[in-house]
């Protein structure tokens, strides 16, 4: 039970639980406290004793019922769901007439398991299974391109080279009986295939996960396809709060340095000026001010929708964020970001500003006439998007005023720093008043730029 | 039966609770029995109102110990948790010995020999006797062993938690004059914490994880029947039903436990038959508590009321 109790373990790894040996064993301490006669009562067990947050209680139970709705290794009583997987290499055989009885007395010779498939054992099958995959090391499957291997290593420690042989030998001496062998053994590789799959989407879960989202970060996020965006959301919600583990630690720095005179004399002024208790300088440092300024106009609206979101995300880190949208004018949605889901919210951003051609030029006299003078000099501002103003007036005058009441500027470009300037961009023209301007088109691309900015606060 | 064990105990603990007022789901008296069963601590969240202090104060009551209780919040440190030095007892006692530290200083020849003496005598000063038990070093102390309750640990600072690791695994702590205190019988301990902060990987490692979401409605409607036992079960039907649909709105806070056992008391107290329109309009601020919560409850009273009613019918 102990081996089983370790599989489990690894399963649960897979399926994104961080579980430490140390927590292994007061999990084994808790099971041999309560047994395995109740299911229900191992299940809490478990979710009690290795699982740490609601999600990875909800990962950890489904894993649990995956996981023991599989045979066990050791040959078990016979369950409702082995008898199902092992239908599949019988139903074949079944068909067939019931020269069973002859068919295995005739044929004294032939191995181990052509002898299992022909008897059609059900339990013993299942168990063979279950013992090859263990032999075989089966709970190490990470990729799905290891099935293939995985089933072929199964296969090999059942002794699938005799089973070739008993079949190239009964062919010539029996061919009916040859036949049935080959509906088995055609049924049995479906079986073990199955295991294989079982498998992968037990111990290899979050390894899969986090290839696909490792090529989801680095996809350029303007051309991300709708099956897509919801995990993309998923993303965007990690890396927020990837950032606000990292950047939300107590902003009490070590009181060393300097003694602050002024302070220590005030303080011990009651003891005629001894210094009992000391005073230190602090450094001081400033608390996130964000300006979002997002181009939502149709050709940038994917990116901005995606960075608007995370940096509402990151609110606990941000103490102070106003976001706002424009494309032909600016208006700002600070109030329906936070008040509404992120769907709902860019619904109603782009009903009101969106799918307008931009105007970078009328947007920023927008700004200045309405909002200049929230901007401080704690304050970053920064502006997402593509600088295509449709060749109006760009208005950088505005930006140069926006550039000298911030602290820092940031342009987050989706384009390519080659496409700058080609075309209707603006881009030459505005990097001169920006005091950062990057490429932002990938969801990495858009991490590092937010915590470039959060960390210039820490 | 050894098999049968377990399962029996666990409903031992369930209908311990139970006969203190506390209706513990499994899952609840499972966790009771496993952190007694391996001495481990519990840690349980879940959203304010759900009856994670009352676990505490139930268990205490159950097991007939008594409950320390250590209210956590920003700045909380060792001196208001763990221990302290009197320091005016400490002052008053040099004072009053004065005299008698004269005369033990008298007899030595040299400044060396006065030093020496005046060693052992510190040593006095800083035993046992001089220092003041916080919670935390109270509930080592007490032979018969106790709940200690460590309430809403989220508020406390990350520093804080690091001070209570030794306590939570090994269950002593290392004071620097005196040395490591060891408890006199394990206390049971419950931490309770409304997720307001991620608590620290070492403090979760040591505890076991306990979730305390909103009950089902059978649930429920037996903590209402155990604590407000005069509603008719009609009401206690309907009430719980409604209150389950104003979960599924999308609220500021929701109405936990609490609420529902205060708004039982209230329709008791304004002897509602059943639950009707003019009722639960002129009630609903016991059961929200924002005002802007209120107004998006008020249009789907009639709905949920015509809903739970439903529900009684077939339920």
């Known amino acids: 039970m102990r081996e089983n109790l370790h599989r489990f373990f690894r399963a649960a790894r897979g399926a994104g639980v961080r579980l430490s040996p140390a927590e292994s064993i007061d999990a084994m301490r808790a099971v041999s406290k309560v047994g395995f006669t109740d299911r229900t009562v191992l299940r809490d067990t478990f979710l009690l004793t290795l699982a740490k947050t609601q999600d990875e209680k909800k990962a950890l139970g489904d894993c649990f019922d995956l996981f023991f709705d599989q045979p066990e290794p050791t040959p078990p009583p016979p369950e409702e769901n082995e008898t199902d997987k092992s239908d599949t290499p019988e139903s074949g055989a079944a068909s067939e007439t019931q020269g069973d009885a002859a068919g295995s007395d005739q044929a004294q010779d032939i191995g181990q ?17 279950a013992n090859a995959s263990n032999a075989a090391s089966l709970s190490d499957i990470r990729y799905f391109t290891q099935r293939g291997i995985f089933s072929g290593r199964i296969l090999d420690q059942m002794g699938i080279q005799r089973l070739r042989d008993d079949l190239d030998a009964l062919t010539a001496s029996n061919p009916a009986l040859a036949e049935r062998l080959q509906a088995a053994l055609d049924g049995l590789r479906d079986t073990v295939r199955e295991t294989v799959s079982q498998a992968l989407m037990l111990y290899g879960r979050e390894e899969a996960e986090n290839l696909r989202n490792e090529i989801l970060r680095n996809a350029p996020l303007s051309r991300i396809e709708p099956r897509q965006v919801a995990q993309m959301r998923l993303l965007i919600r990690q890396i927020a709060r990837r950032l606000r583990e990292r950047y939300s630690k107590p902003r009490k720095r070590q009181r060393r340095g300097h003694l602050d005179v002024r302070r220590t004399i005030r303080r011990n002024a009651a003891w005629g000026g001894v210094p009992f208790l000391t005073a230190w300088k602090r450094r001081h440092r400033d608390k996130p001010k964000i300006i979002a300024l997002c181009d939502v106009s149709g050709s940038v609206a994917r990116v901005s929708d995606f960075f608007l979101l995370l940096i509402h995300s990151l609110h606990e880190v941000v103490s102070d964020v106003r976001s706002f949208a424009f494309s032909g004018h600016l208006i700002e949605v600070s109030d329906i970001l936070e008040a509404k889901s992120p769907e709902e919210a860019m619904a109603e951003i782009m009903s ?107 | 039966m050894a098999e049968n064990g377990p399962t029996a105990s666990i409903e031992a603990v369930e209908r311990g609770l139970a006969a ?16 007694q069963q391996i001495d481990k601590p519990i840690l349980v969240e879940g959203p304010a109102g759900v009856g994670k202090t009352e676990l505490a104060k139930a268990i205490a009551a159950w097991r007939g110990l008594k409950m320390i209780r250590l209210q956590c919040y920003e700045g909380l440190d060792e001196a208001k948790a763990l221990y302290e030095w009197k320091y005016a007892k400490q002052l008053l006692y040099t004072q009053i010995l004065k005299d008698k530290l004269g005369e033990v200083l008298g007899g030595a020849e040299t400044l060396h020999d ?26 080592l102390e007490q032979p018969a062993g106790c709940v200690l309750l460590i309430d809403e640990i989220d508020k406390s600072d990350a520093e804080f938690e690091s001070l209570l690791l030794e306590i939570l695994s090994d269950f002593q702590v290392t004071l620097p004059e005196l040395g ?33 979401g909103f009950p089902e409605q059978k649930l429920e409607e037996r903590i209402v029947e155990s604590r407000v036992p005069g509603i008719s079960q ?34 008791v107290l304004l002897q509602a038959p059943e639950l009707g329109h003019e009722i639960v309009k002129d009630t609903l601020n016991v059961l929200l508590k924002y005002e802007a919560d209120i107004e998006a409850t008020m249009p789907q009273v009639s709905s949920f009321i015509a809903k739970s009613s439903r529900q009684n019918v077939f339920g």
Request: overall charge neutral; hydrophobic content about 40%; aromatic content about 8%.
């Open chain 1, 113 to 129: 398991l052509a002898q299992m498939l022909l008897s059609q054992d059900r339990n013993a099958m299942a168990a063979a299974i």
């Open chain 1, 352 to 458: 009101k500003v969106g799918f307008g051609s931009s105007d970078y030029g009328n947007s920023f006299a927008d700004f200045e006439h309405d909002w200049m003078n929230a901007i401080t000099p704690q304050t970053t501002v920064i502006i997402l998007g593509d600088a295509r103003s449709n060749n109006l007036d760009p208005r950088a005058d505005i930006l140069r005023r926006i550039g000298e009441r911030s602290k820092r500027l940031v342009w987050l470009n989706p384009e390519g720093r080659m496409a700058w300037g080609w075309g209707d961009s603006e881009m030459p023209r505005y990097s001169t008043f920006c005091t950062v301007v990057r490429q932002c088109a990938t969801a990495q691309q858009l991490e590092r730029a937010v915590s470039d900015i959060v960390a210039s606060y820490q």
């Open chain 2, 20 to 35: 203190q007022g506390y209706i513990a789901s499994r899952q609840i008296a499972t966790a009771v029995y496993l952190s």
């Open chain 2, 114 to 139: 006065a030093l020496a003496q005046l060693h052992d005598f510190g040593d006095v000063f800083f035993s046992k006797e001089f220092v003041e038990a916080r919670p935390l070093l109270q509930a």
């Open chain 2, 180 to 212: 490591t205190i060891s408890a006199v019988s394990a206390p049971t301990v419950i931490l309770t914490s409304n997720s307001e902060r991620d608590l620290g990987d070492a403090l979760k490692r040591r505890c076991l994880h306990l979730h305390i």
């Open chain 2, 234 to 267: 009609t009401l206690r039907k309907q009430m719980v039903g409604f209150i389950n649909e104003v979960r599924t709105l999308d609220l500021k806070k929701l109405p936990s436990v609490s609420e529902t056992i205060d708004w039982a008391r209230v329709l």
